[in-house]
């Protein structure tokens, strides 16, 4: 919740700073679960994939993963 508080957050920062923690990927998932956490891709070519509080997701901005 902390890395999210100030808007959105690369997943893979969220990734490499759980797995310095020793949290798995599958623990990861389930928090983001639990904390309603939205997973949403950039709108451009190769865009990367975020993770945001649902308060900081912009109109539009398209949900998935």
């Not at 309603?36 to 993963?65: N, R, T, Y």
């Given at each position: 919740?902390?890395?999210?508080?100030?808007?959105?957050?690369?997943?893979?920062?969220?990734?490499?700073?759980?797995g310095?923690?020793?949290?798995?990927?599958?623990?990861?998932?389930?928090?983001?679960g639990?904390?309603?956490?939205?997973?949403?891709?950039?709108?451009?070519?190769?865009?990367a994939?975020?993770?945001?509080?649902?308060?900081?997701?912009?109109?539009?901005?398209?949900?998935?993963?």
């Amino acid at each position: 919740m902390d890395m999210l508080a100030n808007g959105r957050v690369p997943v893979k920062t969220i990734e490499e700073r759980a797995g310095a923690r020793g949290l798995s990927k599958d623990q990861l998932d389930r928090a983001k679960g639990k904390m309603g956490i939205v997973a949403f891709k950039e709108k451009k070519k190769d865009g990367a994939w975020f993770w945001a509080l649902p308060q900081h997701i912009a109109p539009g901005e398209k949900c998935g993963q």
